[in-house]
C-alpha cells in the first residue's frame, strides 16, 4: 500500500484499520439522529462524534486495493455466510430517476485532503474538498458545512452537478437539502440539451427552479480560445430554468445571430428538452404569389400528456389575417386530430372564407360487443378554397368527404354503417361531376369450416344521391348480395383453389331509365380457379449463397354474359392492369358491373432469397391473360371491349443490387405492335446516412410520359470534405451543405411540372435552410414559393418550414436532426 495513503488513512477521523482491511463508519440517515455502527471487537476506537458526515476521499479509491485481500469480510452481504457464493441483489442506487425518499434518507459523504470542524456543528474540507448524496456532488478547493442549518459554503474552483446539469465558478453558498443558494458568476451546462451559457450571478430556488442574472443561453459547442463567440447566443437580463416543466423564461434579452442582434426578446420561453411545452412559438416568415407575405406567430398549449393545441394566425399582405387551429387528443377508447382555419374578410375574394376538418377513430363498448368508428369530416366555405389555401393539405382538393363509420364484428359476423356525404368545389371553366352522396349498411358472415371450406355471404343496402343534371343518371336505392365458397389444398410445393361466387343486385331508381323502367336487376355467377406451385435450389452470387425459388401460377375464370348495359354506374371503375388485378374474377371494383369473363391467366415468378437472412435480392415475373372470348360488359358506351386472344404481357422485376442500389420496374408490352402500353422504372441509390438518389420513368402511350428525380445530398463530397461522427439523427458534422430537390419533367409537354429545389446548411448548433417551389395546380395555372428557415438547435425555429415539403416530395429524405433520447444523469457523472 502506498505510504502516503497509508499516512492519510492514519490521521482520518471515523476510520479504523484492521491490518490490510478498510472500514468505514455508517451514519445513519435521518430522522435518527447519528447513530453510529459499533466497531468489531476489540478495534481500536479513534473516532470523534461527527455528524453525518463520512469523510475522506482516500477511502473510496484505496476500495480495489481492499478487495485483493482474501480475508475481506462480506460487509455487504452481512445475512449471507462466507461459505456460500455471493449473489447478485438489485440496488436503487442506480436508479435514473432518485426519488425523494433516497434523497432524504440518504447518507451525505464528504471528502478532503485536510478536515476540520466542531462535532455537530461545522465540518471544513480543503484540498479537492469533495461533498456528495444522491443526485448532487459539490467540488471546490475549500468547502464548509454548517450542519444546524444544512448550508455549505465553497470557495474556489466550485463545480455542483445536479443530476448531470453543472454548474462551475468562483463561490457558491447552497443549503444542500432545500437546494437552496447562490452561485457567484456561474457558468452552466445542461444535460438534455447540451446547452450552456454564464451568468453574473444564479439563485437556486429549490430544487428544480434555478433563476440566473446577465445571463447568456446557447447550444454552440465551446471551441479553444478566450475570443470565442457562439453562432447564436440568447442573452437576457433575467433567465429562470425549471426542471420541473423542462422549460426556460427569459425577459429582457435579445436573440443574437453572428454577432448581429436578430430579435428583441421582451419574454420569450424554450425548451430545456425536446419536449413539450406551452408558450409561443418563434414567428414563422413566408412568400408566394397567392398570399403575398406572411408572418405567422403560433402559440403551443399543453394541454396534458394526452391533448395539445396550437393557434397560429397569420398576417397576409395580400389578403388579411387567417387564424387557424389544431387540436390533437388521444384517449383510452379514441383518438383524432381537429383542424381549422377562418379569415374574415378576405381581399382576394372580398369574402369571409374557412375550412375544417375532423379526424377520429374509437371504440365504443356495447352490451353485444365493441364498435369501432371512423370519421373523416371535410367542410370548406366556398368552390375556390382548394386554390386559394394550396398549403393546406387535407383541404387541397375539390371533392371533400364527410365520412362517417361504425363497424360490429363479433363470431364471424360483421356489421358495418356508413354515411357519405361530398362536398365539391366547382369552377365555371371547369365543370366536374360529383361524387355520390350514400348512406349504407353492410352485413357479412363467413366462416372456415372443419372441413376445410372457406365460405361467406354478405348483403349491402345503400342509397345513392347526386345533383341529376350532373351525373346524367338517377339516384337510386341498390341493394347487393354476393355468396361465395371456396376449397384451399395447401401443401408446401404449392396449392390449389376452387372457388364459386353468386353476385345479384337489384335497383330501384327516383326516375325511368332509358327502356321506361324504374328497376333493374342482375345475377352473374362466377367459377374460377387458382393454381401454383414453388420450386427451390441453391444458388448464389458474388460469393452469397441464395434460394432460387420458380413459382409458376394458373388462373383460370368463367363467368358467363349478363346484359349489364341498361343499369348506370355509381361506385364501380376500372381495376388498373397490373400483377395483383391479372389475378382477380372482376375487371371492375365496385358492385354495379360485374365482367363476363372466360380466360385463363398464366404467371411464372422467380425469386432470389439471402439463404442466411431470408432477405429477398431479386424477383423477376411475367403474366399474360388469353380469353377465349371477347368481353361484352364494358364500364361505359365510351370503353371499348377487351377482345378475344392474348392480353398485353406483364413483365416486371425488382433488384436490390446492393445494400445501396435497388431497382424496380414494370412493363406492360402489347406484343400486336411491338410496343409498350405502359412503363415504370425507378431507382434508388442510398451510400450512407443523408444520402439518396430517386428516379423514375413513367410512360403511358397517348396519354403522358414523365421523368421524376429526387435527391438529397452533401455538397461537400464535391471537394473531398469527409464525413464527421455526429452519431445517428445527428447530421454528418458541422459546417456542410446538402442539396435538396425534386423535378418533374413531362416530356410530352416539354415543361416541368412540378419543381423543388434547396440548400441545407449544418452548422452543428444551427441549421439554415432555403427551398423554393412550383406546384401545379391545375392544366393552367401554378403557385410558387420561397421558404426559409433558420433552425437553432435545441431552442427554435425561425421561418417558414419546408421540413414538409421536402418529406413528402423526396423518398426517404432524412431531417439532419431528429429525435434524441434521453440523457441518463450518468451520462455526465462526477
Known amino acids: 500500500m502506498d505510504n502516503r495513503f497509508y499516512k492519510a488513512m492514519r490521521r482520518r477521523p471515523g476510520v479504523t484499520l484492521e491490518g490490510s482491511v478498510v472500514q468505514p463508519v455508517h451514519i445513519a440517515p435521518r430522522p435518527m439522529r447519528f447513530p453510529l455502527r459499533a466497531l468489531p471487537p476489540g478495534a481500536p476506537d479513534c473516532r470523534p462524534p461527527l455528524t453525518r458526515l463520512v469523510v475522506m476521499r482516500e477511502l473510496l479509491l484505496a476500495a480495489p486495493l481492499a478487495l485483493a485481500f482474501a480475508h475481506i469480510p462480506a460487509i455487504a452481504q452481512d445475512s449471507t455466510s462466507q461459505d456460500e457464493p455471493l449473489r447478485l441483489q438489485s440496488t436503487p442506487l442506480l436508479e435514473d430517476k432518485i426519488n425523494r425518499a433516497q434523497q432524504e434518507h440518504a447518507p451525505m459523504f464528504l471528502m478532503g485532503e485536510q478536515l476540520s470542524g466542531r462535532p455537530d456543528l461545522e465540518t471544513i474540507a480543503q484540498g479537492q474538498a469533495e461533498m456528495r448524496k444522491p443526485g448532487t456532488v459539490i467540488k471546490a478547493d475549500r468547502l464548509e458545512y454548517y450542519a444546524p442549518d444544512d448550508l455549505a459554503r465553497a470557495n474556489g474552483n466550485v463545480r455542483i452537478n445536479r443530476n448531470g446539469n453543472v454548474f462551475e465558478g468562483p463561490a457558491m453558498e447552497l443549503k444542500v437539502d432545500a437546494f437552496e443558494g447562490s452561485f457567484e458568476a456561474p457558468r452552466y451546462h445542461f444535460l438534455q440539451n447540451d446547452a450552456h451559457g454564464e451568468a453574473a450571478r444564479a439563485q437556486f430556488l429549490d430544487e428544480s427552479r434555478t433563476k440566473v442574472q446577465q445571463a447568456s443561453y446557447t447550444t454552440c459547442r465551446r471551441k479553444p480560445g478566450p475570443d470565442w463567440v457562439p453562432d447564436w447566443v440568447l442573452r437576457a437580463s433575467e433567465m429562470e ?148 389555401f394550396s398549403t393546406n393539405g387535407a383541404l387541397r382538393s375539390r371533392t371533400l368527404a364527410a365520412d362517417v363509420r361504425a363497424t360490429w364484428a363479433r363470431s364471424g359476423y360483421t356489421v358495418l354503417g356508413r354515411s357519405l356525404r361530398w362536398q365539391t368545389l366547382q369552377s365555371a371553366t371547369s365543370v366536374i361531376t360529383p361524387p355520390y352522396d350514400m348512406t349504407q349498411v353492410n352485413v357479412q358472415r363467413g366462416r372456415l369450416n372443419e372441413q376445410g371450406f372457406d ?189 378475344a386472344g392474348w392480353s398485353d404481357v406483364l413483365l416486371g422485376a425488382g433488384v436490390n443490387l446492393s445494400r445501396q442500389w435497388a431497382v424496380d420496374t414494370t412493363v406492360q408490352y402489347d406484343p400486336t405492335t411491338d410496343q409498350s402500353s405502359r412503363s415504370t422504372l425507378g431507382a434508388r441509390y442510398t451510400p450512407a446516412p443523408y444520402r439518396v438518389l430517386n428516379g423514375a420513368y413513367r410512360f403511358q402511350r397517348n396519354l403522358s410520359e414523365q421523368i421524376d428525380v429526387s435527391w438529397q445530398w452533401p455538397l461537400n463530397d464535391m471537394w473531398g470534405d469527409a464525413d464527421g461522427q455526429s452519431g445517428t439523427g445527428r447530421g454528418l458534422g458541422e459546417g456542410r451543405y446538402f442539396s435538396v430537390g425534386r423535378l418533374n419533367y413531362s416530356l410530352r409537354e416539354t415543361r416541368l411540372v412540378d419543381t423543388l429545389l434547396g440548400v441545407e446548411y449544418d452548422a452543428g448548433c444551427w441549421l439554415a435552410r432555403v427551398v423554393v417551389g412550383r406546384v401545379q395546380t391545375s392544366a393552367t395555372s401554378s403557385t410558387s414559393s420561397i421558404k426559409f428557415e433558420l433552425e437553432l438547435i435545441g431552442f427554435t425555429r425561425l421561418g417558414l418550414s419546408p421540413l414538409e415539403a421536402l418529406k413528402s416530395n423526396i423518398s426517404r429524405y432524412q431531417n439532419l436532426r431528429e429525435t434524441a433520447p434521453s440523457n441518463s444523469r450518468f451520462s455526465n457523472y462526477d
Do not use: C
Open 241 to 388: 430554468f425549471d426542471r420541473d416543466e423542462d422549460t426556460g423564461v427569459a425577459r429582457g434579452g435579445s436573440l443574437y445571430f453572428k454577432g448581429v442582434p436578430i430579435l428583441p426578446v421582451p419574454a420569450i420561453s424554450f425548451p430545456l428538452t425536446e419536449g413539450r411545452k406551452s408558450g409561443f412559438m418563434p414567428p414563422t416568415i413566408g412568400l408566394d404569389d397567392v398570399n403575398g407575405s406572411q408572418v405567422s406567430l403560433p402559440y403551443y398549449w399543453n394541454i396534458a400528456p394526452n391533448r395539445d393545441a396550437t393557434v397560429t394566425p397569420t398576417v397576409m399582405s395580400a389578403r388579411g389575417v387567417d387564424v387557424a387551429g389544431e387540436f390533437r387528443f388521444l384517449e383510452p377508447t379514441y383518438s383524432g386530430v381537429l383542424r381549422g382555419n377562418y379569415m374574415a374578410a378576405d381581399k382576394l375574394r372580398n369574402a369571409d372564407r374557412w375550412g375544417a376538418t375532423l379526424n377520429q377513430t374509437g371504440n365504443l363498448a356495447t352490451d353485444i360487443g365493441n364498435v369501432a368508428y371512423l370519421l373523416n369530416l371535410n367542410r370548406v366555405s366556398d368552390d375556390n378554397y382548394w386554390s386559394d
Open 455 to 643: 365460405w361467406s355471404v354478405q348483403g349491402d343496402v345503400a342509397q345513392f344521391e347526386s345533383d341529376r343534371s350532373l351525373t346524367l343518371q338517377p339516384n337510386t336505392q341498390r341493394l347487393y348480395g354476393l355468396a361465395q365458397v371456396s376449397r384451399p389444398f395447401i401443401a408446401p410445393e404449392g396449392y390449389i383453389t376452387p372457388k364459386l361466387q353468386l353476385h345479384t343486385t337489384t335497383y330501384q331508381f327516383d326516375s325511368v331509365l332509358s327502356n321506361g323502367n324504374r328497376s333493374a336487376d342482375s345475377t352473374v355467377p362466377t367459377f374460377s380457379l387458382d393454381a401454383g406451385l414453388v420450386f427451390e435450389r441453391e444458388s448464389g452470387w458474388q460469393g452469397r449463397d441464395l434460394v432460387q425459388t420458380l413459382e409458376p401460377r394458373i388462373f383460370y375464370v368463367r363467368t358467363p354474359f349478363r346484359n349489364q348495359s341498361i343499369l348506370p354506374n355509381y361506385d364501380t371503375a376500372a381495376s388498373d392492369f397490373n400483377f395483383a388485378s391479372i389475378f382477380t374474377e372482376n375487371a371492375f371494383v365496385g358492385h354495379d358491373k360485374i365482367s363476363d369473363n372466360d380466360l385463363l391467366t398464366f404467371g411464372l415468378t422467380t425469386r432470389f432469397i439471402e439463404a442466411e437472412t431470408g432477405e429477398q435480392q431479386a424477383r423477376f415475373g411475367v403474366a399474360q391473360r388469353y380469353r377465349f372470348e371477347e368481353q361484352l360488359v364494358t364500364l361505359n358506351s365510351a370503353t371499348a371491349p377487351a377482345l
